[in-house]
């Protein structure tokens, strides 16, 4: 009998089952998929040369973890490679607004928009670093971070206070137009808040588009080498090496509660696993709490809050096996990981405006991954492992394009949906239909079915929009890892802070577990042992 049973091998349940061990306790983690690592796989299922990732691609928030880093995954074989700039955002007459690791070259590529933007960029990366750590703590740490948000709270101070906070909440529209007179650094802010389900003028953008961007400015955008599962691949190698367990192919169906108190689960073979002492469910809110947990045991309000449980945008994705590079007008774009497609500030808008009336978007904004360029071993010399994805609504309504387009996402609408990304990405890179040796089509129902966390497609666990976030995520009055349930930690995306590859949710549930089994007495003995460290003596 483990000590803890966790439920989903994706990022967050190994994170939190290596944590465990770590600890001491023994666990078994339990995946559904025939392979662990939930929306971090990759494969060569386009074509057999080429490596293509399934779902994710590039780690800016791994980069930046110091959860990851304490797993010290380095050590089991995960390396990350970075293509020569992070993130393009090139337009159809050529110009290109270009985030490098190296501030300055961003700065110039903002100044050919407007003289003096790259001294705007330079004043918000300043912001960014004297921010940086404790805003990094406030976001790793459980809600509430009392000791780094309190750090983070006089720096804001220190930094302009309520100007700063007014800053961070503004939609990214406003934000981009007070800061910079040109579009170059307008759509770097923009294009990164729309990773997340947040139109240019939704409050809190601002901040989020920043944050994205800063992390790319600071460590980049990088990528495992070999594919997005040499991560996934480190994770299991080190909780394996400490005595876990995972096993694949093991649908959990029921969480069992026995006294009040989760004590293990059954699987949809009918196996009963107990857990000594805890289960933490790396699955999805309305999963966690609408199949899983029977309705019995959980309150009523929280059964009438899930109802308001609003999903982030679907998402549809192509993988290509291309012959050659992408033939970008914009040179810089060749040299980016990440290329940003819309034809300005106003195509954003129209296309968020596209799905919140439920409207297949006809010119979606895409976001387009060249994996050779971040790393030379997923494709053989001279051609490109790409992808690209764009965000459509989960209730279609209409097609924006006329062309027929109903939700249904049979193979006409997958085939109807891919072209159209295509063409736009044609309109950045004449040519580049003609380099396309095969391509894969992952639509909304496709993911979901190739991860049950992916519901309609959505990647990040929930809305990023602020009223679900903090201690109004998953629901109002959450925000920690404790559930109703006692015995039963809630490790997914679901929890703070949030969507993104970083670890966050898997460690605080882990952490709140071995917390709740603390043996009496050992905090004061902890307190006692520091001040005798710190005195040299028993006062």
């Known amino acids: 009998?483990?000590?803890?049973?966790?439920?989903?091998?994706?990022?967050?349940?190994l994170v939190a089952a290596n944590v465990l061990v770590d600890a001491g306790w023994s666990v078994e983690v339990l995946e559904e998929q025939p392979e662990p690592g939930g929306a971090v796989r990759h494969d060569r299922g386009v074509d057999p040369d080429f490596v293509n990732d399934v779902f994710s691609s590039f780690y800016p928030l791994a980069a930046a973890s110091p959860v990851l880093a304490a797993l010290r995954l380095e050590d089991h074989g995960l390396r990350w490679s970075h293509a020569p700039s992070v993130l393009a955002h090139p337009l159809p007459d050529g110009s290109c607004a270009v985030l490098d690791r190296n501030v300055e070259i961003t700065a110039a590529s903002l100044d050919a928009f407007a003289p003096g933007d790259g001294s705007a960029w330079r004043r918000l990366h300043d912001l960014w670093q004297r921010l940086q750590p404790d805003l990094l703590n406030t976001l790793f740490t459980p809600f509430p971070p009392v000791r780094a948000g309190?750090?983070?709270?006089w720096r804001l101070r220190a930094a302009g206070g309520l100007r700063m906070a007014r800053s961070l909440i503004l939609p990214v529209r406003r934000?981009?137009?007070?800061?910079?007179?040109?579009?170059?650094?307008?759509?770097?802010?923009?294009?990164?808040?729309?990773?997340?389900?947040?139109?240019?003028?939704?409050?809190?953008?601002?901040?989020?588009?920043?944050?994205?961007?800063?992390?790319?400015?600071?460590?980049?955008?990088?990528?495992?080498v070999?594919?997005?599962?040499?991560?996934?691949?480190?994770?299991?190698?080190?909780?394996?090496?400490?005595?876990?367990?995972v096993r694949c192919g093991q649908r959990v169906e029921r969480i069992v509660v026995r006294d009040g108190r989760a004590v293990g689960v059954r699987t949809a073979a009918g196996e009963a696993v107990t857990a000594r002492r805890a289960v933490l469910a790396d699955v999805s809110v309305p999963a966690l709490y609408g199949d899983l947990v029977e309705p019995a045991h959980l309150p009523a309000q929280l059964l009438d809050d899930l109802r308001r449980f609003q999903w982030d945008f679907a998402t549809f994705?192509?993988?290509?096996?291309?012959?050659?590079?992408?033939?970008?007008?914009?040179?810089?774009?060749?040299?980016?990981?990440?290329?940003?497609?819309?034809?300005?500030?106003?195509?954003?808008?129209?296309?968020?405006?596209?799905?919140?009336?439920?409207q297949v978007p006809d010119r979606p904004f895409v976001l387009f991954g060249q994996m050779t360029t971040a790393d030379t071993t997923r494709s053989p010399l001279g051609t490109e492992s790409a992808w690209a994805y764009t965000h459509v609504p989960h209730e279609i309504g209409a097609d924006a394009a006329d062309e027929g387009i109903t939700g249904s996402w049979d193979t006409k609408d997958q085939e109807v949906m891919a072209d159209r990304v295509e063409r736009q990405v044609e309109r950045f890179a004449p040519g580049f239909r003609a380099l396309i040796r095969a391509r894969r089509v992952l639509a909304p129902p496709t993911l979901e079915a190739l991860d049950g966390n992916l519901t309609g497609g959505a990647i990040n666990g929930g809305t990023t929009a602020i009223h679900q976030q903090l201690v109004l995520r998953p629901v109002p009055g959450t925000g920690r890892p404790?559930?109703?349930?006692?015995?039963?930690?809630?490790?997914?995306?679901?929890?703070?802070?949030?969507?993104?590859?970083?670890?966050?949710?898997?460690?605080?549930?882990?952490?709140?577990?071995?917390?709740r089994h603390r043996p009496p007495g050992l905090a004061g003995a902890q307190r006692l042992l520091t001040r005798r460290d710190r005195t040299g003596s028993r006062r």
Do not use: C
Not at 330 to 355: C, K, N, P, Y
């Open 482 to 515: 404790e559930t109703p349930v006692p015995g039963l930690f809630l490790a997914s995306a679901g929890a703070h802070p949030g969507g993104g590859v970083h670890g966050a949710p898997g460690a605080n549930a882990a952490r709140a577990a071995l917390h």
């Open 150 to 153: 309190a750090r983070l709270a």
């Open 226 to 245: 070999g594919g997005s599962g040499a991560l996934t691949q480190a994770l299991t190698r080190r909780l394996t090496a400490q005595g876990g367990r």
């Open 317 to 358: 994705k192509v993988d290509w096996a291309l012959d050659g590079p992408v033939p970008w007008q914009s040179e810089q774009a060749t040299r980016a990981g990440t290329v940003h497609l819309a034809d300005g500030m106003d195509e954003l808008t129209r296309f968020a405006a596209q799905i919140a009336m439920r």
């Open 175 to 224: 934000l981009g137009e007070e800061e910079f007179r040109g579009q170059g650094g307008r759509l770097l802010l923009a294009g990164n808040a729309l990773h997340a389900d947040l139109a240019p003028e939704a409050a809190g953008s601002g901040g989020f588009g920043w944050l994205m961007a800063m992390l790319g400015q600071t460590y980049g955008f990088p990528v495992p």
């Open 1 to 13: 009998m483990p000590d803890a049973v966790v439920i989903g091998a994706g990022p967050n349940g």
